[in-house]
């Protein structure tokens, strides 16, 4: 898809642009029949890890002809199964992976429309490649941010222009999302209707258990705060907002509210409940089961009382009978619309309802001090595992021991879980080599498993949760000689993420507008990423966390508040770039979003900048200095110093020496003049080991 001309790339655009190459082509990928292995030729191979869904489909359309599924009794024309839970959580457990089940595809996004002679899987440019590799050919492949593919609606009316409906579960869809649904279907004469009972869970019958694991409390001197005052403080801004209790449906705002957190959704610390609060107590709606182990019912009885308080518990099912009968207490009760699903909206009387957005989610999106000072700690640590483990994998390499994407998927993940305070992963590790590091958010499995050589580059994307923070690192390393090609991109990235790091601007400049310092290097030549370059990170919680986004075409918040950056935020800063069939770069670090004090315009503006605090070496040999600015070369060399004094000391405490000679390395001194690497005497690493030795 690209080539090396005169030593800037060439960009065929084919799938990934918005301009085809023929006519032809462009109605295949328009209409989702633009497929792999998918024509009518005989003995055509198919990719390894497609899942055959033939009967999966034929059980679900005969459940779509039988009446006794939805409440007035009508047949079903089409049904749509998205990816999320009915907590809206991205990552779901097994148990509620009912996209991957009907469809193959286990990526993280996704919505698929099933009638009677169609199944359209509509997923993001992260998952395209992948998406195509799993869904079997009974699927059609709509490319979402590819501007003449058809949304859900418009194909919709293409297929059927008189009409029909359209069932879903509500528990599954936002408050939100479904009036936007049924907004945009009823513009093409279709309906959307609620089904009593979900129709993949009905033949779903091998379906996985659901985790049950203990909650626990988090301790004050990881949230800075207690519960309590968080409690208070809430129920200030809602009695703001007129309006006498409210209904927290998302998990990583409960464990936060509460400073409880728990094992029930896989990489995220999260505890499965509802919550209800009001201007005297607080309801959890929680498996009671899970409180008893580390006594955490008994801890928060008894830290209410302390405050005055008061808080009850009961069962997870009892939600809905809960908040109908609690309701004839209040006039108006403050209602998410992002989070809470329409399931949960519909067990308010509707002029009770006040569709607001949780404060909850500003609260938790700034870090008190405490907070950040244990994400930066957890940081360093955190660098100290990825360095140690490089120097493994780098001695692997050298002795000749093969190895494959799952045995580096197993060894990082083991690294990580050994660190103090680690609770283990923060989302699935990605370890894509070659190809497969051209599809963003490519996950190995046994089918698609491949070796790691030396003509290819290795995308790692990783990250730890820890009791003081949560991690979430990429690197892009190389272990042979790298192709003049592999270089501009990866150096390419480099630059569009050090502009963006050291990037100073107005508090009041929109997140949309930031985003484009990371890609205007690859934009110069005509490249770019299908993905955002930023999401928000969490304090031992979800390592995507609202509302912090950075893409230069995302719409514009119905939320303005969401749309700007505040000191203590975190986020991520993640430039790439994916040549398909070849190769794949990513290089992420987390960053800190800091006031500049001593910054103020004439007119008072306040000033805004960044603090990197993933501290791991890039990979030299796949830089071409003579791309950088010297003030670029410049930040490389300080954010290698702070790499030599911070996580060279935390090395050394752990007595990692070979992940600290290989960091040391790996973090040599550019020369400002951009031609080549100062070669460092190993009698000054010596010195320098010994140095930080007695810090």
Same mark, same amino acid.
């Given at each position: 898809?690209?080539?090396?001309?005169?030593?800037?790339?060439?960009?065929?655009?084919?799938?990934?642009?918005?301009?085809?190459?023929?006519?032809?082509?462009?109605?295949?990928?328009?209409?989702?029949?633009?497929?792999?292995?998918?024509?009518?030729?005989?003995?055509?191979?198919?990719?390894?890890?497609?899942?055959?869904?033939?009967?999966?489909?034929?059980?679900?359309?005969?459940?779509?002809?039988?009446?006794?599924?939805?409440?007035?009794?009508?047949?079903?024309?089409?049904?749509?199964?998205?990816?999320?839970?009915?907590?809206?959580?991205?990552?779901?457990?097994?148990?509620?992976?009912?996209?991957?089940?009907?469809?193959?595809?286990?990526?993280?996004?996704?919505?698929?429309?099933?009638?009677?002679?169609?199944?359209?899987?509509?997923?993001?440019?992260?998952?395209?490649?992948?998406?195509?590799?799993?869904?079997?050919?009974?699927?059609?492949?709509?490319?979402?941010?590819?501007?003449?593919?058809?949304?859900?609606?418009?194909?919709?009316?293409?297929?059927?222009?008189?009409?029909?409906?359209?069932?879903?579960?509500?528990?599954?869809?936002?408050?939100?999302?479904?009036?936007?649904?049924?907004?945009?279907?009823?513009?093409?004469?279709?309906?959307?209707?609620?089904?009593?009972?979900?129709?993949?869970?009905?033949?779903?019958?091998?379906?996985?258990?659901?985790?049950?694991?203990?909650?626990?409390?988090?301790?004050?001197?990881?949230?800075?705060?207690?519960?309590?005052?968080?409690?208070?403080?809430?129920?200030?801004?809602?009695?703001?907002?007129?309006?006498?209790?409210?209904?927290?449906?998302?998990?990583?705002?409960?464990?936060?509210?509460?400073?409880?957190?728990?094992?029930?959704?896989?990489?995220?610390?999260?505890?499965?409940?509802?919550?209800?609060?009001?201007?005297?107590?607080?309801?959890?709606?929680?498996?009671?089961?899970?409180?008893?182990?580390?006594?955490?019912?008994?801890?928060?009885?008894?830290?209410?009382?302390?405050?005055?308080?008061?808080?009850?518990?009961?069962?997870?099912?009892?939600?809905?009978?809960?908040?109908?009968?609690?309701?004839?207490?209040?006039?108006?009760?403050?209602?998410?619309?992002?989070?809470?699903?329409?399931?949960?909206?519909?067990?308010?009387?509707?002029?009770?309802?006040?569709?607001?957005?949780?404060?909850?989610?500003?609260?938790?999106?700034?870090?008190?001090?405490?907070?950040?000072?244990?994400?930066?700690?957890?940081?360093?640590?955190?660098?100290?595992?990825?360095?140690?483990?490089?120097?493994?994998?780098?001695?692997?390499?050298?002795?000749?021991?093969?190895?494959?994407?799952?045995?580096?998927?197993?060894?990082?993940?083991?690294?990580?879980?050994?660190?103090?305070?680690?609770?283990?992963?923060?989302?699935?590790?990605?370890?894509?080599?070659?190809?497969?590091?051209?599809?963003?958010?490519?996950?190995?499995?046994?089918?698609?498993?491949?070796?790691?050589?030396?003509?290819?580059?290795?995308?790692?994307?990783?990250?730890?949760?820890?009791?003081?923070?949560?991690?979430?690192?990429?690197?892009?390393?190389?272990?042979?000689?790298?192709?003049?090609?592999?270089?501009?991109?990866?150096?390419?990235?480099?630059?569009?993420?050090?502009?963006?790091?050291?990037?100073?601007?107005?508090?009041?400049?929109?997140?949309?507008?930031?985003?484009?310092?990371?890609?205007?290097?690859?934009?110069?030549?005509? &490249?770019?990423?299908? @993905? /955002? !370059? =930023?999401?928000?990170?969490?304090?031992?919680?979800?390592?995507?966390?609202?509302?912090?986004? *950075?893409?230069?075409?995302?719409?514009?918040?119905?939320?303005?508040?969401?749309?700007?950056?505040?000191?203590?935020?975190?986020?991520?800063?993640?430039?790439?770039?994916?040549?398909?069939?070849?190769?794949?770069?990513?290089?992420?670090?987390?960053?800190?979003?800091?006031?500049?004090?001593? &910054?103020?315009?004439? @007119? /008072? !503006? =306040?000033?805004?900048?960044?603090?990197?605090?993933?501290?791991?070496?890039?990979?030299?040999? *796949?830089?071409?200095?003579?791309?950088?600015?010297?003030?670029?070369?410049?930040?490389?060399?300080?954010?290698?110093?702070?790499?030599?004094?911070?996580?060279?000391?935390?090395?050394?405490?752990?007595?990692?020496?070979?992940?600290?000679?290989?960091?040391?390395?790996?973090?040599?001194?550019?020369?400002?003049?951009?031609?080549?690497?100062?070669?460092?005497?190993?009698?000054?690493?010596?010195?320098?080991?010994?140095?930080?030795?007695?810090?």
């Amino acid at each position: 898809m690209g080539g090396v001309v005169n030593g800037v790339f060439v960009v065929l655009l084919v799938i990934n642009s918005c301009s085809p190459t023929t006519t032809e082509l462009r109605e295949q990928i328009r209409s989702g029949e633009f497929r792999r292995a998918c024509s009518t030729s005989v003995n055509i191979v198919q990719p390894p890890n497609r899942v055959n869904t033939t009967q999966k489909l034929a059980d679900l359309r005969n459940l779509m002809l039988n009446t006794s599924f939805t409440r007035d009794q009508r047949l079903l024309d089409a049904y749509i199964v998205p990816s999320q839970d009915e907590h809206q959580n991205e990552f779901v457990e097994d148990y509620d992976k009912r996209l991957q089940f009907i469809s193959g595809f286990s990526g993280s996004y996704g919505y698929a429309v099933i009638t009677a002679k169609s199944a359209i899987l509509w997923t993001d440019g992260r998952y395209h490649l992948q998406a195509d590799n799993e869904t079997d050919c009974n699927w059609k492949l709509m490319r979402q941010h590819i501007y003449y593919v058809p949304n859900i609606s418009q194909w919709l009316r293409e297929s059927r222009p008189q009409g029909g409906v359209i069932g879903a579960d509500p528990k599954l869809f936002s408050q939100s999302k479904w009036e936007e649904f049924s907004v945009s279907l009823r513009d093409v004469k279709w309906e959307l209707i609620e089904i009593q009972t979900d129709l993949i869970d009905v033949i779903w019958t091998n379906r996985p258990a659901r985790r049950n694991k203990n909650a626990f409390i988090l301790d004050e001197k990881y949230t800075g705060r207690k519960w309590t005052r968080k409690i208070h403080n809430l129920r200030k801004t809602v009695q703001k907002l007129q309006a006498d209790a409210i209904v927290v449906t998302s998990l990583d705002e409960i464990g936060w509210l509460l400073n409880i957190r728990g094992r029930d959704i896989p990489s995220s610390p999260l505890v499965r409940s509802y919550l209800l609060l009001d201007m005297e107590r607080v309801w959890l709606y929680v498996n009671q089961s899970q409180l008893e182990a580390n006594h955490v019912a008994e801890s928060l009885t008894n830290s209410a009382k302390e405050a005055n308080q008061l808080i009850e518990f009961f069962d997870y099912e009892q939600i809905c009978t809960g908040l109908a009968s609690r309701a004839q207490l209040y006039s108006r009760i403050l209602l998410p619309p992002e989070s809470t699903s329409r399931r949960i909206a519909q067990c308010v009387p509707p002029r009770k309802r006040l569709f607001v957005q949780s404060p909850i989610i500003l609260f938790k999106a700034r870090k008190n001090p405490i907070e950040i000072k244990g994400m930066h700690h957890a940081h360093v640590r955190d660098a100290a595992s990825m360095c140690e483990f490089f120097a493994y994998l780098d001695k692997m390499f050298k002795e000749g021991l093969p190895f494959t994407e799952l045995d580096i998927v197993k060894v990082v993940d083991e690294f990580r879980f050994e660190q103090l305070n680690s609770l283990g992963n923060s989302f699935p590790t990605i370890a894509a080599y070659g190809a497969n590091g051209a599809m963003p958010h490519y996950v190995p499995m046994g089918s698609t498993n491949v070796m790691v050589g030396n003509d290819s580059t290795l995308v790692l994307d990783s990250g730890g949760q820890y009791f003081d923070g949560t991690t979430d690192i990429t690197r892009t390393v190389h272990f042979g000689t790298p192709t003049k090609e592999q270089k501009e991109a990866y150096t390419r990235v480099l630059i569009g993420q050090i502009q963006l790091s050291m990037l100073t601007f107005p508090a009041y400049l929109k997140t949309s507008a930031i985003d484009v310092m990371a890609r205007a290097p690859l934009w110069e030549v005509g &490249l770019d990423y299908d @993905h /955002g !370059t =930023s999401h928000g990170v969490g304090s031992f919680l979800n390592v995507h966390e609202a509302p912090i986004s *950075l893409h230069f075409n995302n719409p514009s918040s119905t939320f303005p508040e969401n749309d700007i950056l505040k000191p203590g935020y975190f986020l991520s800063n993640e430039p790439g770039y994916y040549q398909e069939n070849d190769f794949g770069i990513r290089l992420e670090n987390v960053m800190e979003v800091i006031d500049k004090k001593w &910054l103020r315009s004439i @007119h /008072g !503006t =306040s000033y805004l900048g960044f603090k990197t605090v993933t501290l791991v070496p890039y990979e030299p040999k *796949l830089i071409d200095l003579s791309l950088l600015s010297r003030h670029q070369i410049q930040w490389l060399n300080q954010y290698n110093d702070r790499i030599r004094i911070h996580v060279g000391a935390e090395l050394k405490k752990q007595n990692f020496t070979k992940g600290f000679f290989w960091m040391m390395e790996q973090t040599k001194h550019f020369p400002e003049n951009g031609n080549k690497y100062h070669k460092i005497h190993p009698i000054v690493v010596i010195l320098a080991a010994i140095l930080i030795s007695w810090m």
